[in-house]
């Protein structure tokens, strides 16, 4: 059963607009998220990460919200930019030191 | 500089041989992990390591074998058990601590012909 989820596989966005990509997730012990960035045929790359104590974090054009109560985050990319065209891991941990727990990833598009 | 080297980037096995992915890393991390991606699959976990001589199964272990003989190492063997080992394989570590990210190599595409 998948922990974390990412519910939609592929985005499309115009240069300049605001894209948000969107995870869920199912353990209340997770209490640490991240997002990463990948490009094809590379590592995944970490973009920004929120702990459950906040429901807000900012880093330039990047801010993630958590919603604990809905079990939901999304990270805001604003102005999206045609390098942000990439695939968008949502990952998670809980409170013990275990390995993150991925979803399946967004396929982000911004267009020119 | 700091950083996690996997090598090769690109492998050919032929069908029923094992075959030995690497991984360095030279940022004293204690924690380190092997993920398989797939398309449409996301990232998902075969094994990790906590300490040395120390390691774990993840979701989708079968198939598959590590070692973790010294902090900096931590190669993931494909055997010949895998049943579709044609995939792109992620190594990562971590700092042995809460909420801290997880930090990638740039992978290795294992394709069998």
């Known amino acids: 059963d998948q922990q974390v989820k990412q519910n939609s596989p592929s985005l499309s966005v115009q240069e300049g607009r605001i894209s948000i990509l969107n995870c869920d997730y199912t353990n209340s012990m997770f209490d640490y998220f991240l997002w990463y960035k990948k490009y094809p045929a590379e590592g995944p790359t970490f973009l920004i990460s929120?702990?459950?104590?906040?429901d807000k974090n900012e880093d330039g054009r990047f801010t993630v919200f958590l919603n604990k109560s809905a079990k939901h985050l999304s990270l805001h990319i604003v102005p999206s930019q045609p390098g942000d065209s990439a695939v968008y891991f949502c990952a998670a941990s809980d409170t013990g030191n275990t390995p993150l727990v991925f979803g399946k990833g967004t396929r982000l598009s911004v267009i020119a | 500089d700091g950083g996690i080297t996997q090598s090769p980037k690109y492998l050919f096995r032929k069908e029923g041989q094992n075959v030995t992915l690497s991984c360095e890393q030279n940022l004293n991390h204690d924690a380190m992990y092997w993920y398989r991606q797939d398309p449409g699959q996301g990232l998902r976990l075969i094994y990790y390591?906590?300490?040395?001589?120390?390691?774990q199964k993840g979701d989708i272990a079968e198939g598959y074998s590590v070692s973790r003989e010294k902090k900096e190492s931590f190669p993931l063997t494909v055997t010949s058990a895998q049943k579709n080992p044609t995939a792109f394989y992620l190594c990562a570590s971590s700092r042995q601590a809460r909420n801290t990210e997880a930090f990638f190599g740039q992978g290795t595409r294992l394709t069998v012909v």
């Open positions: 390591s906590q300490i040395v001589n120390d390691f």
């Open positions: 929120i702990s459950s104590i906040k």
